[in-house]
């Protein structure tokens, strides 16, 4: 199968995953038996990929002139929080992103501080879960020197992107926006957290200050308004215990394309 027909199979089974009320989702949830049926067979399709794609193979890149003139901007448009209006009113001159977790040396660093972290500046499509993509270019620090520079305990198997979002309506710690990426995919060239688009200033309604851009996995996996980054030996004690915000909903864990 071509990889724009793996990428239009799962767009398409997103689409159809969207669909669904949260009252059937969690009904579905609420059967064991379903729920280990979707875990083998999620466990069985991220196997199946990593078996017959490298695990450095790149998401494939576009020109200048591949830009998208209006890349949609989904999810959060912008943080409700008095803290994030505060940090955003003064351009974020005293926002730090968190490396903490299952680390030897626990960091902390100011914006400016990130962009002197080894770069990369790659354009690339983004494709979501609801049916549309977009092409943009994306310049930020790439994560895995950032996690060399943090350390990892021998234990430490993913990370986990706390964000200053809320997307749910309690507006609370149970609706705060977060995912989870393994090693694998935290180690990969592409993966890196993006502080400009298209050659400016990441805008606020794209996650400024910084975002996650995972390539080679589905939008909400992209994680925008990222304040800690925390390794973990799992996520079951994080949130609904999934690996992340829709995934505690009912999408899939590995969002691979």
């Keep these: 199968m071509s990889g724009a027909s793996r990428r239009g199979l799962i767009r398409a089974a997103g689409a159809s995953l969207a669909g669904l009320t949260?009252?059937?989702?969690?009904?579905?949830?609420?059967?064991?038996?379903?729920?280990?049926?979707?875990?083998?067979?999620?466990?069985?399709?991220?196997?199946?990929?990593?078996?017959?794609?490298?695990?450095?193979?790149?998401?494939?890149?576009?020109?200048?002139?591949?830009?998208?003139?209006?890349?949609?901007?989904?999810?959060?448009?912008?943080?409700?929080?008095?803290?994030?209006?505060?940090?955003?009113?003064?351009?974020?001159?005293?926002?730090?992103i968190v490396v903490d977790g299952l680390v030897e040396r626990p960091l902390s660093l100011s914006l400016a501080e990130l962009r002197a972290m080894p770069a990369r500046t790659q354009i690339t499509r983004h494709d979501c879960v609801e049916g549309w993509s977009s092409i943009g270019k994306w310049t930020g620090a790439r994560l895995g020197p950032l996690v060399d520079r943090a350390g990892l305990k021998p234990e430490a198997r993913y990370l986990v992107f706390h964000c200053a979002d809320h997307l749910g309506p309690n507006q609370d710690a149970t609706d705060r926006y977060y995912e989870s990426i393994d090693l694998i995919d935290a180690y990969h060239p592409q993966t890196i957290l993006a502080y400009e688009?298209?050659?400016?200033?990441?805008?606020?309604?794209?996650?400024?200050?910084?975002?996650?851009?995972?390539?080679?996995?589905?939008?909400?996996?992209?994680?925008?308004?990222?304040?800690?980054?925390?390794?973990?030996?799992?996520?079951?004690?994080?949130?609904?215990?999934?690996?992340?915000?829709?995934?505690?909903?009912?999408?899939e864990w590995y969002a691979g394309i």
Excluded at 36 to 41: C, E, K, M, S, T
Excluded at 72 to 83: I, Q, Y
Aim: net charge positive.
């Design 22 to 96: 949260l009252a059937a989702c969690d009904r579905l949830n609420a059967s064991p038996g379903f729920s280990r049926v979707l875990a083998g067979a999620e466990d069985l399709t991220r196997r199946a990929q990593r078996m017959v794609t490298d695990r450095k193979a790149l998401a494939r890149e576009f020109s200048p002139a591949d830009i998208s003139p209006d890349f949609k901007a989904n999810g959060t448009l912008r943080p409700s929080s008095a803290a994030y209006a505060a940090q955003a009113a003064a351009g974020f001159a005293d926002w730090r």
């Design 197 to 251: 688009m298209n050659d400016a200033v990441l805008p606020v309604p794209h996650g400024a200050p910084v975002r996650l851009r995972v390539e080679r996995q589905l939008g909400y996996k992209h994680a925008k308004y990222v304040q800690r980054i925390e390794a973990v030996a799992d996520f079951a004690h994080i949130g609904g215990g999934k690996g992340g915000f829709w995934e505690d909903r009912g999408y």
